[in-house]
């Protein structure tokens, strides 16, 4: 590996004295005003999406189209950037997806990178670089990185007993294992995580862990592995980010602080597999890196793959970092490669880790096994050369300090009255009557005839360049793209108080007429490349047609440009104004939400809730057809005692229940309530189905589902032990 000659020091923090001569935002920090460092050059990071299937627009949201934004934006301001990304093709669901499908690994990340690569090059996405972790220069980087490591004697080698399936032959890495999360119960938390509440888990955690490979109970069976000591890093890690990094979006710096807080463990860098980065030790057959040990990595070997200069990028200290993810991937980009890279020497740190939480789509999370999810590839077919709308909802919504909702109606809304109306508008309306009133040809300003208005507006577009910038400096990208559009709203404004189609009336009563109709068409014109300049990070398709409208070359969108209203030359003609955006019809909105509710794949048990929620109505055979002892022994009864029940809000049927399971407390949400009032169940026993998946009912998730008989009549009754038991007991 490169070392290179400048050893890494934290970023230093220097306290802001006066001016500002370098142009750049100052951020706000607490209560004290920072200067930012004074960087030479910028790398950003997307994170690395898995290669075992397409991109959803959460992923758009969540990282690659902010972090597009920001390197468009820095571009603009000319400063030395980069940007890198790649697919990630080690991760433990390619090996899954490779065996439901049939195929090999290499066959799987293969398909999906390319369709990955594909998509968000046609997004607009602008990597410098956008690779592959399969890759040999990634495979070298990745085991000379371990191999330092090994060599300084930092790992700690340790024989442990893990799962194993023996019906696959093979030791089960943490994904491979599923089972219920002893903190929420939900029943298919993995064994490193809980995707539902976020909990960091191992297998052993698990109740009733079995193989997702093959169903089996897992056994226990002794291997070796190499254990990186976090903990030893513990305290350097508490300096680094809760005294230095208080500037950290709040959804990043809390859950590092609550991570540092809990306190950290050794964690294995290796696992059995043979699909991966091998180990590079002697005596260490089937055993390859831990994905989150060489994803992270990812960045360093397409930057060397980008260029020859990559260590100016990750080892010079002016070198300002920044990794653009989710949410679900802070731990790693925090804490655990940050502590990698330390332990390793000679690379910078990042500077800002800007997570976004989740998009939720039309009120549900986002589950790619349920198919709940707007794809990348789907929406170019749909919507072609419609990009920028995307973009525009995906930025104006972005779930940025908190997990946001994405709808089809809030897409067509935003797309319809705030680009269509505001943007697109206002543009077309100064090109249509510049033609009408100028004679296709920027006019003149007459100083003498400005007035208030002219004045104030000229103000907003050089005020509008601050604000944008400063906002976009601290990865506010809603705000930003808010100012912008708010700037347009002002145009409109500003012209439909001049109305200078109402002047153009009156040429040959005011001899000022003539005057009055230039200055607010050239200030209009100067207001639309200035929406020009600021619109192109985020939407740059959108940028290039105004360009091609106003008849200017691309330096024209050079950030120094944002705030100037002498863009366009007096006397220069433009062309004819060409729509810059369509109005999207209702009729593809439903057409959209159909789509995604006939695609959605309901689960067993949500087919089963929905047949509960119809108690009373159904003509079933006596007897359902036979099962075998397998099928029972998958249904995870429990007893445990009603503790609360509520009716749900504009739900005749339902009663919100929370059900005391003695490890824990889960809500149930049941269809019970013309049967039963709330106050009369609390305190029943009642056995219920543990291991059901989660289903959301009027915006309340249930977990679980209460048996009841019901008998001729109709009429609903528990089934419960016939006496007062342990909450938690089995049933069998
Ligand atoms: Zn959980």
Same mark, same amino acid.
């Given at each position: 590996m490169?070392k ?5 020091r934290?970023?230093a923090?220097e ?7 370098s ?9 004290k005003m920072?200067a930012?460092?004074?960087?030479k ?7 690395l ?6 991109v959803?627009?959460?992923h ?9 934004i920001?390197v468009?934006y820095?571009?603009?301001?000319k400063?030395?950037i980069?940007?890198v ?16 499908e049939g ?13 990955? %690569?594909d998509?968000l090059?046609?997004?607009?996405i602008?990597?410098?670089?956008y690779s592959?972790?399969s890759?040999?220069?990634?495979h070298?980087?990745?085991s000379?990185?371990f191999?330092?490591?090994?060599d ?5 080698e340790?024989?442990t007993?893990?799962y194993?399936?023996e019906q696959a032959?093979?030791f089960?890495?943490?994904r491979?294992?599923?089972g219920?999360?002893?903190v929420c ?8 995580q ?7 888990l191992?297998?052993e ?10 169903d ?9 592995h190499?254990?990186f ?5 513990e305290p350097w890690?508490?300096?680094?980010i809760?005294e230095g990094? %208080? ?7 809390g ?10 463990q ?8 043979n699909?991966?980065i ?10 390859v890196l831990?994905?989150?040990?060489d994803a992270?990595i990812?960045y360093?070997?397409?930057?060397k793959?980008?260029?020859d ?9 002016d ?5 653009f ?6 731990v790693?980009?925090c ?15 990042p ?5 976004n ?5 039309e ?18 077919q749909?919507?072609p050369d419609?990009q920028?709308?995307?973009r525009?909802?995906l930025?104006?919504n972005?779930?940025e300090t908190?997990d946001?909702d994405?709808?089809?109606?809030d897409?067509?809304?935003r797309?319809n ?6 943007f697109?508008?206002?543009?077309n309306?100064?090109f249509v ?11 003149a300003?007459?100083k ?5 208005k002219?004045?104030?507006?000229l ?7 601050t604000?944008?910038?400063s ?7 809603r ?6 559009i708010d ?16 002047v153009a ?11 009055l109709?230039?200055?607010c068409?050239?200030i209009?014109l100067?207001?639309t490349a200035?929406?020009?300049?600021l619109i192109?990070p985020f939407?740059p398709?959108?940028?290039k ?7 200017v070359v691309d330096k ?8 100037k ?6 006397g220069?003609s433009?062309?004819?104004p060409?729509?810059l955006?369509r109005?999207i019809?209702?009729a ?5 939400v159909e ?5 959605k794949i309901v689960?067993?048990?949500e %087919?089963?809730?929905?047949a ?8 079933q ?14 249904l ?8 609360a029940?509520e009716k749900?809000a504009?739900?005749d ?6 059900v005391?399971l003695?490890?824990e407390?889960?809500t149930?949400?049941s269809?019970?309530?013309?049967h ?6 609390v305190?029943?026993?009642v056995?219920i189905?543990?291991?059901l998946?989660?289903?959301k009912?009027?915006?309340i998730?249930?977990?679980g ?8 009549a ?11 038991i ?7």
């Amino acid at each position: 590996m490169y070392k290179c000659a400048t050893p890494v020091r934290m970023p230093a923090r220097e306290i802001h004295s006066g001016g500002d001569s370098s142009g750049r935002t100052r951020m706000l920090i607490k209560d004290k005003m920072m200067a930012p460092k004074d960087y030479k050059r910028i790398l950003v990071t997307a994170a690395l999406p898995y290669a075992n299937g397409p991109v959803h627009i959460g992923h758009l949201a969540g990282c690659y189209l902010p972090a597009d934004i920001y390197v468009r934006y820095q571009r603009a301001q000319k400063r030395d950037i980069k940007f890198v990304g790649g697919s990630d093709e080690h991760g433990v669901p390619i090996t899954i997806r490779a065996m439901k499908e049939g195929i090999t690994p290499q066959q799987v990340v293969d398909k999906y990178h390319a369709l990955i %690569k594909d998509s968000l090059a046609q997004m607009h996405i602008s990597f410098d670089i956008y690779s592959r972790t399969s890759n040999k220069v990634h495979h070298d980087t990745a085991s000379a990185f371990f191999k330092r490591l090994y060599d300084d004697g930092l790992f700690e080698e340790k024989e442990t007993e893990q799962y194993y399936d023996e019906q696959a032959k093979t030791f089960l890495a943490d994904r491979y294992i599923i089972g219920t999360c002893p903190v929420c119960g939900n029943p298919n938390a993995y064994g490193d995580q809980c995707e539902r509440c976020g909990s960091s888990l191992s297998p052993e955690m698990l109740i009733e862990p079995h193989s997702a490979l093959s169903d089996a109970v897992p056994v226990k069976k002794k291997t070796k592995h190499w254990y990186f000591p976090l903990q030893n890093y513990e305290p350097w890690l508490k300096e680094w980010i809760i005294e230095g990094h %208080k500037e950290w979006k709040n959804n990043v710096y809390g859950q590092c602080k609550s991570w540092l807080d809990n306190g950290l463990q050794p964690r294995a860098m290796t696992r059995d597999s043979n699909w991966g980065i091998k180990v590079p030790l002697p005596d260490a057959d089937g055993k390859v890196l831990y994905v989150w040990f060489d994803a992270p990595i990812g960045y360093i070997s397409a930057t060397k793959e980008l260029t020859d200069q990559w260590d100016d990028y990750w080892c010079k200290d002016d070198t300002k970092l920044v990794h653009f993810i989710g949410k679900d991937n802070i731990v790693f980009h925090c804490i655990i490669f940050p502590a990698m890279l330390k332990a390793h020497g000679n690379f910078v740190l990042p500077d800002n880790v800007p997570a976004n939480e989740f998009l939720n789509i039309e009120g549900d999370k986002v589950s790619t096994s349920r198919n709940w999810a707007v794809w990348v590839n789907d929406y170019l077919q749909d919507f072609p050369d419609q990009q920028d709308t995307l973009r525009y909802v995906l930025c104006a919504n972005a779930p940025e300090t908190k997990d946001n909702d994405f709808t089809w109606k809030d897409f067509q809304d935003r797309n319809n009255s705030e680009l269509v109306n505001i943007f697109g508008n206002f543009v077309n309306r100064a090109f249509v009557l510049m033609h009408k009133l100028c004679n296709g040809k920027v006019p003149a300003l007459h100083k003498d005839t400005l007035d208030e208005k002219d004045a104030a507006i000229l103000n907003d577009i050089k005020e509008s360049k601050t604000k944008v910038e400063s906002l976009l400096e601290q990865y506010k990208f809603r705000d930003a793209l808010f100012e912008v559009i708010d700037l347009a709203r002002k145009g409109n404004k500003y012209m439909q108080e001049k109305e200078p189609w109402i002047v153009a009336k009156r040429l040959s009563e005011n001899p000022k007429a003539q005057e009055l109709i230039d200055n607010c068409l050239h200030i209009c014109l100067q207001l639309t490349a200035n929406l020009a300049v600021l619109i192109n990070p985020f939407l740059p398709t959108t940028a290039k047609k105004m360009l091609h409208m106003m008849k200017v070359v691309d330096k024209i969108l050079d950030w120094e440009n944002a705030g100037k209203t002498n863009l366009l030359s007096v006397g220069y003609s433009l062309r004819e104004p060409q729509l810059l955006f369509r109005k999207i019809e209702d009729a593809e909105i439903s057409l959209q939400v159909e789509k995604l509710n006939k695609n959605k794949i309901v689960t067993e048990a949500e %087919k089963q809730k929905e047949a509960g929620d119809g108690i009373g109505s159904t003509d079933q055979p006596i007897i359902k057809s036979t099962i075998q002892y397998d099928d029972f022994a998958k249904l995870d009864l429990k007893v445990g005692t009603i503790t609360a029940a509520e009716k749900v809000a504009k739900a005749d049927k339902l009663l919100k229940l929370e059900v005391d399971l003695g490890f824990e407390k889960r809500t149930i949400v049941s269809g019970i309530a013309q049967h039963f009032t709330a106050e009369e169940i609390v305190g029943k026993q009642v056995v219920i189905v543990a291991n059901l998946a989660p289903r959301k009912m009027k915006g309340i998730e249930s977990n679980g589902m209460i048996l009841m008989a019901e008998d001729k009549a109709g009429k609903l009754h528990f089934v419960n032990p016939d006496k007062k038991i342990d909450e938690g007991s089995g049933v069998s």
